[in-house]
């Protein structure tokens, strides 16, 4: 019989160009936040975090950008590569004051063409 | 770098069967979390440790799941007896659970197949 899963949202860029993926979280009250990314057959990887006190967070090429107001989390990847390629996952910490309780969204498929 | 240890890799058995899988925590971390994933329900807590007391199960079925660490280096989850919906991969992750909010560390994960 036909399977059904999860229908992951897909993000196709052109290697070079930027990526944003972007993520809707639940509770107002989550007050941390974490973007991993996963490769097939591996576990997610933690690429970078934010708290609730910040609104902007850098590393190497990647941007997380914070907006509590609409509840929205987004994660910039500048010059996208081949390696970039994944799926990849926003978590919040749900349980605020360092629980480290962390509640998973379903994860958009990064696709990087040549 | 430090990593999480997860084994066995991957596991195939029949229903009804006893199945252990072994996490071994990044060394300092004192908080450990177990996860499945499945393409139906996405990653989902089972349960998690701090300072080796469990402090929630709830994600976890209890009348056959169960998760110990019996010391600081070592977390179980084993599920007896095993049935073909438990197919899935396991994932352990591990953290500094003291200090504010810290990010998890997961593991490769085992894949779990029950015929």
């Known amino acids: 019989g036909e399977s059904v899963g999860l229908h992951l949202p897909t993000l196709s860029v052109q290697e070079g160009d930027n990526s944003i993926i972007n993520c809707a979280y639940s509770n107002s009250a989550s007050d941390y936040f974490i973007w991993y990314k996963q490769e097939s057959g591996k576990g997610p990887q933690f690429i970078i975090d934010i708290r609730s006190n910040m609104d902007k967070r850098q590393g190497q090429r990647v941007t997380v950008l914070l907006n509590k107001t609409v509840k929205h989390l987004s994660l910039q990847i500048a010059a996208t590569q081949p390696g970039d390629s994944a799926v990849y996952f926003c978590a919040e910490n749900m349980t605020p004051g360092g629980g480290n309780k962390l509640t998973f969204g379903t994860g958009t498929q990064l696709k990087v063409e040549l | 770098d430090a990593r999480v240890t997860q084994t066995p890799r991957h596991k195939v058995t029949e229903m009804g069967q006893e199945v252990t899988m072994r996490c071994q925590p990044i060394?300092?971390?004192?908080?450990v979390f177990w996860y499945r994933q499945t393409m139906m329900q996405g990653l989902e807590l089972l349960a998690y440790?701090?300072?080796?007391?469990?402090?929630?199960d709830s994600g976890m079925p209890k009348d056959r799941f169960s998760a110990e660490m019996p010391d600081a280096t070592l977390a179980t989850l084993k599920i007896q007896p095993s049935e073909p919906r438990d197919s899935a991969v396991y994932f352990c992750a591990s953290g500094r659970g003291t200090g504010g909010n810290q990010p998890q560390h997961f593991g490769d994960g085992t894949r779990l197949s029950i015929l």
């Open positions: 440790f701090r300072n080796r007391a469990p402090l929630d």
């Open positions: 060394l300092g971390h004192n908080t």
